[in-house]
């Protein structure tokens, strides 16, 4: 048997009625808007681009230490600090429009209240380059709102309903781990009409300076990420995806172009790379060349062919 | 007096320690081989270091030194990261490195004099500019403090700045007796100072950039903030000032003291 060239392997993937080039995309929050890694990746080469979480005005994040460093992973209290939509429309969306013009664009939508979201679409709706709806539901770092609103399957439906009518673009559902079954949920956004489901965000953490008898972030709690909670995610999206009809994204400590393998075996049909870029900001593109690497050893001409593909043991 | 001075196109770099050895107590200097990052840093900047691949996240260090294709940090031993660091041998350890990250000390007006003001490790980046503006003939005096005198860590710097170096400890057993505050008070006194360059503790800066304002002379401190990707994305690094957020890893990490809000700045430093 000849192995397959990696350059041959076809990465094209359909999510929710759009065409992308590649199942790859990022963890909203750890890329910015794509401008801030663009000395280091084209932007268009990446499936999607989602970006940092918009809400209708601007929130000044939380205060005291963001970040803190754990074993295999980060906890993070950033509180959803973004410069509002206005800013964000004629400062990110417009940067990229002209420096990145075929980037597919992500946009992850955030509000304290449920009208909040749809402020936040209307706003966006006319204007060229957003791809697509990623409704954060589930940020463990904000007081109103974030992931209040994705813990309870009637709360979830209602963000979704709400904005559902305000839109044809793809509506994204992105789910926190923080729930006893995540499966209920995604059956609640799915029926509420979400087009696709991204899971999972952080996982509630905190983080102790022993010698300080303090805890090491204001809120005391934050979100947990990086390859710590792999196993979380693999779980949790092998769960919905057998759920669920809808496509779903995976994330979740995702690194390498193998843990993009095992995300799509497991159900996902795109993967985002989150804490890793931090790490290396070439992570997506590493990701993507380890993947064809798998697929051209593997035999597999068709990357999508990977979804779902988890054999029995 | 011009603002600070903004840089962009970072790059990463697979760098090659040349030296790892202790200065002081828990004080480290390590040397890298970096030649395209060495030729590019100014003073002030900061390269993010991956000390570990077993690591999540880097670390942000100043440098204190350029000396041709290499570059030279000293860092003090606070944590996992910088322990590991410290077990970094020569020549057979490579790491990642990205930068030039951050912004630089713009320099002073021809013709005028900088006072330098450098705390404990906080002397080290202000080496590398005090080598700057000794290459580019600008006059400046500078004062350099510690708990006690070997922590007084750029005492070596007089050399290839051709001066004398003041100190001030807190235990008298180098220079002054007492804060740093003091000399930094005898030497604006003498109105001969248009620019003062702060960096070191947060607490030791908010103290001198008090001591500056009775002197209205424009004061730049340096900040310290834990970071996650040091090029403006994660948001980690958030610090508030009078036009409204911004970041320390790309609109800092050199403020202009008054654009500072000060108050927050003591909130969210790092204990």
């Given amino acids: ?58 929130w000044a994040g939380n205060e005291g230490a963001r970040i803190t460093e754990v074993s295999s992973g980060m906890l993070n209290s950033i509180g959803l600090q973004n410069s509002g939509v206005d800013h964000f429309i004629h400062h990110d969306l417009a940067w990229l429009q002209s420096h990145a013009p075929e980037a597919k664009v992500i946009v992850n939508v955030c509000g304290h209240e449920i009208d909040e979201f749809a402020r936040v679409i209307e706003k966006l709706e006319d204007h060229h380059g957003v791809g697509m709806y990623e409704l954060n539901i589930s940020c463990p770092n904000v007081d109103n709102g974030g992931m209040s609103f994705g813990t309870d399957p009637k709360v979830a439906a209602q963000v979704v309903e709400r904005v559902r009518p305000l839109t044809k673009k793809p509506l994204i559902a992105k789910l926190t781990p923080n729930v006893t079954d995540i499966a209920e949920i995604a059956r609640s956004v799915e029926a509420a009409g979400a087009d696709g489901i991204s899971l999972i965000n952080t996982v509630l953490g905190m983080a102790i300076d022993a010698h300080r008898f303090k805890p090491i972030l204001k809120r005391k709690v934050g979100g947990l990420s990086g390859p710590a909670i792999k196993p979380i995610a693999l779980r949790m999206v092998h769960e919905v995806s057998r759920a669920v009809s809808v496509p779903l994204i995976g994330l979740g400590g995702a690194t390498t172009g193998i843990d993009v393998v095992e995300f799509m075996l497991a159900g996902a049909t795109m993967v985002a790379l989150g804490t890793a870029n931090f790490k290396d900001p070439f992570a997506t593109d590493k990701a993507l060349i380890e993947l064809k690497e798998f697929c051209a050893l593997h035999d597999i001409e068709n990357v999508s062919d990977l979804v779902g593909a988890l054999k029995e043991i | 007096m011009c603002q600070t001075s903004q840089h962009e196109h970072k790059h990463v770099e697979n760098v090659e320690v040349v030296s790892n050895v202790e200065i002081a107590p828990r004080v480290w200097m390590v040397v890298l081989r970096a030649p395209k990052m060495a030729h590019l840093l100014r003073a002030g900047q900061f390269v993010h270091l991956l000390i570990d691949e077993y690591l999540t996240l880097r670390r942000p260090f100043s440098v204190c030194q350029i000396r041709q294709d290499e570059i030279c940090i000293m860092y003090a031993v606070v944590g996992k990261g910088t322990e590991l660091l410290t077990q970094k041998k020569t020549h057979d350890e490579s790491m990642s490195v990205i930068g030039p990250c951050g912004n630089s000390w713009p320099h002073p007006a021809v013709g005028s004099k900088a006072l330098l003001v450098g705390g404990g490790l906080g002397a080290a980046p202000l080496g590398m500019l005090a080598h700057e503006l000794f290459e580019a003939g600008t006059d400046f005096h500078f004062i350099q403090a510690g708990r006690t005198d070997s922590l007084v860590i750029g005492r070596g710097f007089h050399e290839s700045i051709r001066r004398d170096i003041e100190f001030a400890t807190d235990d008298g057993s180098l220079g002054f007796h007492g804060l740093i505050t003091e000399p930094v008070k005898n030497s604006l006194q003498s109105g001969e100072y248009s620019v003062v360059y702060v960096c070191g ?23 310290e903030r834990l970071m996650a990707c040091g090029i403006g994305a994660c948001l980690s690094c958030n610090v508030a000032t009078k036009q409204g957020p911004q970041k320390v890893c790309v609109d800092g990490p050199i403020f202009l003291s008054e654009d500072l809000e000060f108050d927050d700045v003591a909130r969210s430093s790092i204990h």
Wanted: proline share 5%; net charge negative; charged share 10%.
């Fill in chain 2, 201 to 223: 503790p947060e607490i030791m800066q908010r103290a001198v950039v008090a001591v500056c304002a009775n002197f209205q002379v424009a004061t730049y401190v340096s900040l």
């Fill in chain 1, 1 to 58: 048997m000849t192995l397959l060239d990696p350059q041959s392997i076809n990465t094209r993937i359909s999510f929710a009625g759009l065409e992308l080039c590649s199942p790859l995309t990022v963890a909203s929050g750890t890329f910015g808007s794509g401008r801030e890694y663009a000395d280091f990746v084209d932007l268009a080469q990446l499936g999607a681009l989602t970006t940092k979480g918009v809400s209708p005005v601007a």
